[in-house]
């Protein structure tokens, strides 16, 4: 027994020092490899958001960018300037009208397109899988510039199909009624495939094994959706729901292409209308608009944490 | 390594409390307030240009400059210059972050919209004396002239003029392109009751740049939108409000499409659909292309209709030297050069960009096409937009008044009340 703890106790006691000094050496080398990472991250990340931060207090313009410390504090100023401004707080309400709307769209489109890859389709999947997928990683310019040709007025394939069964189709884009839920489609479209790609994988987690007892006990395809799959997937919900809304929330590239935030404002976002704001040499006001959409990014994604958390 | 984002951590807020301290410290503005009276521009030294040159320059002429800079690099054999094409959605940015960080080119294309935030900025160079100045076109010295101090030089210019159908108007029996406003109106309403025509004459209903086509409108009737010292904004005028209301009656009255498509003025223009819209030289050879061979016979283009005169928009860019340059005797000469009227017939060869001085008109190929010498009319008038250095926010509230107007029936004076107000908050930077 002596000599065994005496034994152990050596080998402890040599062993300790020799790891902890390769503990050391990995922990430096550790450092050494992620200093490159680092340094990049708080120089172009960090120090940006701190910095946008600052000038969101500030009177900042771009008659300052040579003296950028030059400037005055003004406190809450600029954010006074954003809630007061007509444009921005219709922004903000498009940018609120479009995630409302589009992100229940897309996780729904995204999820029926994955349960039917899922179970119904057979030797096509793959097709379907890359053709769902495709407007993901399209050029956002390319699909603009089908789709207002898809959406022009007078002979766009969608009026001329609209006319076939004797509607008149509205100017989607033209009309102040039509052009932010016509963006909204698009949006879906051009999404779904992401949300559909996360979801097939979460699919495959959930157990056989449940549905075929829950069949067993005469449960129908639909019940067994709602009490088994949608359970198993949460946490792949979760965090769909959490990169749709953030996504959506910044909403920008498709007014910026499609409709230049026109007509009439029907389709600005907030994104678009702070990067105007940015585009004019106003960085302190912009620099506020930009902390709102942050914190309100932050706020949702925090409900949207605490809602969906496991019970 | 369970130690290692500790420090970190407490790095990242060290950081950030010796930022914030160091701003703290650092802030607040200098007392002496604007930038003042320029200083007189140093005159250019004698002798070939040596040394090189960076040049910046959009879009087309950015692919096309190197061609023109052969002979200024044969006749200055020490000298060379690289050129930069910068796209032009980028430009902007691109500019006011090269000022900030002083890397700025030593000459550029400048577009002209840009002159008084550049100025502000402290970013050009008043022109030295070297170059004469008086054989450019009004609207265009304007257009370099801020606060009085000339900066840079008119490179090339544009200006808009109405273009249309002249086989539809024999058809509506309009013989004679008319030369004033109710002629305008009664033309386009032939278009429609006579030729065929759903709309009788193409114009913007407000969004991006509509300004540009009421500004002409504005001040053909002796209005302006901002005082003659730069420092006051006068949207509000009766001048000002007969003109919109002219614009807005084409709307209401049903003969311009209050929510055209994007894109099909040239389709339009050539099927018969929309037979007139204002526009600048490039859409002489759009309208060519789309419309095919002998397309060329059954257009006209004339000056656009006289209120108390005919005035258009004169756009355009400028070439600037930037403060700062290295080699700024180079970049002047550069400039000259380019503003010689041969080299700006050669230019007109290569990219039939208009040249901005005068007497480069009275040559050949420049004067052959009779459409340009319309374009020539115009351009002794055509007024540039105001050298303000906030002057493309202001121009996009004036663009969703605009819209107002001519989509929502909104009254032109409480339109430029507005963008009166907008205005008076933005300021004129100055």
Redesign the interface.
């Known amino acids: 027994m002596s000599t065994l703890t005496t034994d152990a106790g050596r080998s402890a006691g040599t062993a300790r020092p020799r790891r902890s000094r390769r503990?050391a050496a990995?922990?430096r080398a550790?450092?050494l490899l992620?200093l490159p990472f680092?340094v990049l991250f708080?120089v172009f990340t960090?120090?940006p958001v701190?910095?946008s931060m600052?000038m969101s207090f500030?009177d900042m313009?771009?008659?300052d960018?040579?003296t950028?410390?030059?400037?005055?504090?003004v406190g809450l100023e600029n954010y006074r300037t954003a809630f007061a401004d007509p444009?921005f707080r219709r922004a903000a309400l498009n940018t609120g009208m479009f995630v409302l709307l589009g992100v229940p769209l897309t996780i729904t489109a995204g999820l029926a397109a994955a349960v039917a890859l899922n179970r119904g389709v057979g030797r096509l999947r793959a097709v379907f899988r890359v053709g769902f997928y495709t407007p993901v990683i399209t050029s956002i310019v390319a699909v603009a510039v089908v789709w207002?040709f898809l959406l022009?007025?007078?002979n766009g394939l969608v009026n001329t199909v609209l006319s076939w069964v004797g509607v008149d189709g509205p100017?989607w884009?033209?009309?102040e009624r039509t052009a932010l839920l016509s963006l909204v489609i698009m949006a879906v479209w051009r999404n779904f495939g992401t949300s559909m790609v996360i979801f097939l994988a979460g699919l495959q987690a959930v157990d056989p094994g449940l549905h075929e007892a829950a069949a067993l006990d005469g449960a129908g395809r639909w019940r067994r959706f709602v009490s088994i799959t949608l359970p198993s997937i949460r946490p792949t919900m979760l965090f769909v729901l959490v990169t749709t809304s953030i996504g959506y929330l910044q909403f920008f590239e498709e007014p910026f292409v499609m409709t230049?935030g026109?007509?009439?404002?029907a389709t600005i976002s907030a994104s678009m209308y702070t990067y105007?704001q940015f585009?004019?040499?106003?960085y302190g006001v912009a620099g506020a608009m930009a902390y709102l959409t942050f914190v309100v990014i932050g706020i949702v994604t925090l409900v949207q944490f605490r809602l969906m958390r496991e019970k | 390594m369970s130690t290692t984002p500790r420090p970190t951590r407490r790095t990242v807020t060290g950081l950030g409390a010796a930022a914030a301290l160091g701003l703290l410290a650092a802030c607040g503005r200098s007392e002496e307030g604007g930038s003042g009276a320029a200083e007189p521009a140093a005159p250019i030294a004698e002798g070939e240009a040596t040394g090189s040159l960076t040049v910046w320059a959009m879009g087309a002429e950015g692919e096309k400059l190197p061609e023109l800079i052969k002979g200024f690099e044969e006749a200055n054999p020490d000298v060379s210059v690289e050129v930069t094409p910068v796209p032009w959605d980028s430009a902007h940015d691109k500019f006011t972050s090269a000022i900030a960080a002083g890397t700025a080119p030593d000459v550029a294309q400048v577009g002209s919209t840009w002159m008084a935030e550049f100025v502000g900025l402290g970013a050009l160079e008043p022109t030295p004396e070297e170059i004469a100045t008086d054989d450019y076109f009004a609207g265009a010295l304007d257009s370099v002239t801020v606060d009085g101090t000339v900066y840079g030089v008119p490179w090339y210019v544009e200006t808009r003029v109405v273009f249309y159908r002249t086989d539809l108007a024999e058809q509506a029996g309009i013989t004679e392109p008319p030369s004033d406003w109710e002629g305008l109106l009664a033309l386009a309403r032939a278009y429609q009751e006579q030729a065929d025509a759903d709309w009788g004459l193409s114009l913007q209903p407000g969004g991006t740049g509509s300004w540009q086509t009421v500004m002409p409108l504005i001040w053909s009737n002796g209005g302006g939108v901002v005082d003659d010292s730069g420092a006051e904004f006068t949207f509000e005028s009766s001048q000002n409000e007969e003109a919109l209301a002219y614009y807005q009656s084409y709307f209401t009255d049903g003969v311009s499409d209050p929510a055209p498509a994007d894109g099909t003025t040239e389709q339009d223009f050539v099927s018969g659909r929309v037979p007139m819209f204002i526009s600048g030289p490039w859409m002489m050879s759009a309208v060519e292309s789309v419309g095919g061979e002998d397309f060329a016979d059954k257009y006209g283009v004339f000056v656009m209709p006289q209120k108390e005169t005919s005035s258009s928009f004169l756009g355009g860019a400028n070439l600037g030297v930037f403060q700062g340059s290295e080699n700024r005797d180079a970049a002047w000469k550069l400039v000259q050069h380019l503003s010689t009227p041969e080299v700006q017939v050669e230019w007109f060869g290569i990219s039939t960009d208009l040249p901005a001085l005068q007497s480069s008109w009275e040559d050949e190929t420049v004067s052959a096409n009779e459409k340009f010498e319309v374009f020539r009319t115009q351009l002794d008038t055509a007024q540039a937009p105001p050298t303000v250095a906030t002057w493309e926010q202001v121009a996009a509230k004036f663009d969703a008044q605009i819209e107002e107007v001519c989509k929502n029936d909104l009254a032109p004076a409480d339109a430029l009340a507005t963008i009166q107000s907008e205005a008076q908050g933005i300021g004129t930077g100055a």
């Open positions: 503990g990995e922990a550790g450092l992620a680092v708080l960090a120090w701190l910095q600052i500030t313009r771009i008659t960018i040579r950028p410390f030059a400037v005055d504090f444009v207002r022009q007025p007078e100017h884009l033209g009309d230049g026109g007509p009439l404002n105007n585009g004019f040499g106003n």
